[in-house]
């Protein structure tokens, strides 16, 4: 008798500690907004808002650019109509918004690619002072990943030694472009792993994505949300992941720190923007509406579908600015061992 | 396949929002995919957000109706008045267009109806029949190595299109290749020939460049013929190809299927390099090649049949693999996405009656280009009987905006009329605007699978020709361009 009211008891115990975890977990997510809603200043936004896009409709900024337009919409009535400026890894949309005006009717989406632009040119707008970061809504790491059915390789260790087997002749898909996040991350793996890779690079998903499946490459670098079919359809598995830690959903995939290789990762981030001299009282709003939009249903679905709350992603206009200044001098650093031209 | 096919039909036909938004797809693809500018693109941005209303299958559908009823749509204006709607259908102008003012609109039209429909609708069989294992092969078998060769064997035809002489015809080629140079590097970035202006760092846009190219030279080399009193209205005429003369083009349709099938099924690639690489073919095997560039039917057939045999293939790496093959397939991803579906393998095992809901929309589709086609055609040809002075202004507008809405840049509208003075002068001196232009597409996709290519076979030409269908296609390029040289040499010592 005793036994069995033990055994519930345990049961009981084990019940309501997972019940804990689960609840914890499910509620893991806590808007930093507390308001729900805010007056609008001086009738302000009277007509709908602009969002300059820097990219084309289809990819990671396009669509984070319509998740946020339908969140804020949902949240506050205003319209966002969302213009594309794709070209020139951002320049162009960055360019015309700087000379768009500075009332607060326009916006900006961007990436971490304008920091470091900023970083390699310093006459190029630099989003923590030239721009007030509204919000920074996605926040994520990279990873290294090979084809499930690789017969060559199977971990990182292998995949190491396989490739300084191969004397230079082994290739990685990724977008490679100079001063790019992924050619100054994979500098300091091969640096400090010693292989010597070929760095094959693709400006669009589809083709990058198609090499590693078809074996055109051997290895592909790229972030979880934006493989996330692969992964779930068992097509590709990640051998590295570049962050300080595991993050739980890739608790089996060893992080670079732990193989060795120290240095500070960088993170890929997509946030929205306003002109640094537009109406204060209209960026304080604007800044509750992003932030607050981020807390919504709608949004945090979609990030929840690009691997987005894998770790924290959000980064109000302070946190943004850190993040930001932080990248800023890390590639800035970076460059100049690179023996880039940095001005 | 018959079985999965019908059930695909009923569950279309059978509901009436379903045959709505059909209907919706198949009308608003021809209307903007034949408005310079606003293309099926446009469309498709403005849609995505109302197809989270819908049933996922509904959405998709919708997306891959107005795929090809749009990439039809672009025809008739490249035909009547030089105006290609989208970059695919640029090679459709080359003689569709010279073939209108030589009073054969209603041919050049009707045969442009007839093949969208059988390009489309094979295209759409074969993916029916072997989605799966077509996809499979071409991301094993095809990498930016072959691409570019596809793109050499390509350009190496297009000196014989357009130019008073074939070097005219080369030169014109090279132009357009340069004029891919400008903006950053497909790979390193770097930044060429944009002077410090931050817009040019993107390069020059398709659809200005072609619209500048096409559309406003044509307007200025009309111009003054009105000015000097030589300007010919042209025909108006409702002849249709007849039977004998498309049997003729037979093999010029399966050469463009097979062409088009190929250039859609590689991710990234799409519709665009299949027009031009179906015309080129058309151009490579003909024994008239002189013919070609003045209005001759076969040009029309070989390029709408292969775009239109590229939007189902198109449609393979997204559906089997996840990965879309161009911006228009991209967008199809946005429509899973909102329904929490991720296009690839798993869809066909998770949501089978979406995949036959989507095949049996694109054939049906594919055929209504055929029946509406013909009706609207009979229509739209009165067109033509709008003056020179009224037509002329209204085509300018419209080319300023299709220019202007792609980006929204000034910059966009101020290259096509320098295109359009560029290829006004240049057209006086018998070069190539075709060449420009091809140079100018293939130029791009070429740069970029050339340097991607050469990274992957470490710089080593003996590496990269061991590759089979990339020695294959380099030897027949180099083959055409000797025998082009060969032809020139003979020709100028007679």
Redesign the interface.
Known sequence: MKINYLKKLIAFGFVGVLSFFLASSAGAFECKIKKSSMAKPSGYPSRALTMIVPY????GSG?IA?AMA?AVTDLTGVSINR???????G??G???YMSAPSDGYTVLEHIDDASSAHALDSSRPNPAVDLIPLVISQVTFSQIYIRTNETRYNNWFTFVKWVKAQN??S?IANV?????MERVTMKFITEATGMKI???????G??R???L?????DALFEQPGDV???L??D?FKPILTVFNERPSVFADVPTHKEMGMNFEPLLRFRGFYVHANAPSDRVKWLQWAFQRAYCQDSYQKFNE?KFMTVIDSYRDTQGARDLIKSSIIQYRNVYKDMGLNVK | MIDNFLAGTVALFGDPFSILIFVFGVIGGMLFGAIPGVSMLTLA?IL??FTANFDPAQGVMLFAVIYCTGTYGGAITAILFNIPGAPENAPTAFDGYPMTKNGQSGKAVGAAVLCSAIGGVTSAVIMMMATEPLA?W???????PEIFALVFFGLAVASSVGGRTIWKGWISVLCGLMIATI??D??????RYNFGF??L???IAFVPAILGFFAVSEIFVQAEKKAIGKYVAPELSFDFPTIIELWINKIAVVRSIVVGFFCGIL??IGATLAAFMGYGEAVRWSKNKKEFGKGKLEGVISSETANNAATGAAMI?LLA?????G?MT??M??VF?MH?L?????VFYNSPELIWIVFSAMFYANLSILFIGLIETKTILYLLKIPFQFLAPMILLLSSIGSYIG???VLDVMIMFGAGIIGFLLRRSGYSIPGIVLGIILGKIGE?NF??GM??V?YDIFEYLSRPICLLLIVAGLLTLLAGVYRAVSFSMK
């Open positions: 084309g409709p289809a990819g669509q319509a339908e213009d594309h400026k794709p070209g020139g890894s320049t162009v960055m360019t015309a230079g002749k290739t490679s472009k100079e001063g790019s070929q760095q094959i690079s693709f400006d669009k589809a083709p994505y198609g090499a499946l078809g074996g055109q490459v996330r079919k692969f779930d359809s097509k579908s | 941005a995505l957000p499979n071409a991301i094993s078998n095809i990498g930016p903006g950053q497909p790979v390193g970035g770097i930044n931050a817009d760092a993107a390069g991710p990234g790496p693999l996840g990965l879309p093959g911006a991209a967008l991803v946005g996405q929490d991720e296009p690839g393998p798993m980006r929204g840049l970029q340097a991607q990274q992957m470490h």
